[in-house]
């Protein structure tokens, strides 16, 4: 988000959160909302880019519906929305081993939203397949915090067809984010975790 507030790109910046964030900025409108009710905040869809980052984890939703429901329906509400007020992209946050045909339940809705995706007339469309997500977060996650202690020392492993496994900073994402949004590409665009390295 700060890419955004602080480029000449964009003049305005909203941002749908569940609670205001403790942030000020001339360009920037925060709109609280309520997930479920997407449809009806269809005005501020009018725009050239639409970024989303929704995701949560199975502890989180605590069910595998309510996982679905985030992680593919909302997506799914969002991109429709996206292509009906005829945005120019549509960038959002995949996971790497995204696979509609995966035997992993996380990988294969993640998969599955890419597919749904891509079946929408939006002009440009951006998917980022990151690996595992490096810094700060407003949740302590355990399981991440020890894999990501344990990677990042053993930077030898990621090499060859290994080398999109590496971890990756989260910010790195957004950059390449920002970069693909400005780049004015049509199309359908996947990127690999080794790929948004290179882009950012």
Same mark, same amino acid.
């Given at each position: 988000?700060?890419?955004?507030?602080?480029?000449?790109?964009?003049?305005? =910046?909203? #941002?749908?959160?569940?609670?205001?964030?403790? #942030?000020?900025? &001339?360009k920037l409108?925060?709109v609280?909302? /309520?997930?479920n $009710?997407l $449809?009806?905040?269809e005005?501020y869809?009018? *725009?050239d880019? *639409?970024?989303?980052?929704?995701?949560?984890? @199975?502890k +989180?939703?605590?069910?595998?519906?309510?996982? !679905?429901?985030v /992680?593919?329906?909302y997506? @799914?509400r969002?991109?429709t929305?996206a292509e009906?007020?005829?945005?120019?992209?549509?960038l959002t946050v995949?996971?790497?081993?995204?696979?509609?045909?995966?035997?992993?339940?996380?990988?294969? *809705?993640k998969?599955e939203?890419? %597919?749904?995706?891509q079946?929408?007339? !939006?002009?440009?469309l951006?998917?980022?397949r990151?690996?595992?997500l490096l810094? /700060?977060?407003q &949740?302590?996650?355990l399981? %991440?915090k020890?894999? &990501?202690?344990?990677?990042c020392?053993?930077?030898?492993?990621?090499?060859?067809?290994?080398?999109?496994?590496?971890?990756i %900073?989260?910010?790195? =994402?957004a950059?390449? @984010?920002f970069?693909a949004?400005?780049?004015?590409q +049509?199309? !359908?665009?996947?990127? %690999?975790?080794?790929?948004?390295?290179? !882009?950012?």
């Amino acid at each position: 988000m700060t890419l955004l507030l602080e480029s000449d790109v964009y003049k305005r =910046v909203t #941002i749908f959160v569940r609670r205001k964030l403790p #942030i000020e900025h &001339e360009k920037l409108q925060q709109v609280v909302i /309520d997930f479920n $009710e997407l $449809e009806a905040y269809e005005r501020y869809f009018y *725009v050239d880019d *639409v970024f989303s980052c929704l995701g949560t984890t @199975m502890k +989180k939703a605590k069910t595998k519906q309510r996982f !679905i429901k985030v /992680d593919y329906e909302y997506t @799914m509400r969002a991109a429709t929305l996206a292509e009906k007020c005829h945005v120019k992209s549509f960038l959002t946050v995949s996971a790497i081993g995204a696979n509609p045909q995966s035997p992993f339940f996380y990988n294969r *809705v993640k998969g599955e939203t890419e %597919e749904a995706l891509q079946r929408l007339a !939006i002009k440009s469309l951006h998917i980022f397949r990151p690996s595992l997500l490096l810094g /700060d977060r407003q &949740e302590f996650r355990l399981a %991440e915090k020890t894999a &990501e202690w344990v990677l990042c020392r053993l930077p030898f492993l990621f090499v060859g067809k290994w080398r999109k496994y590496k971890p990756i %900073e989260a910010k790195k =994402v957004a950059l390449a @984010m920002f970069y693909a949004a400005t780049s004015c590409q +049509k199309g !359908i665009h996947i990127y %690999e975790s080794d790929q948004v390295t290179n !882009i950012s």
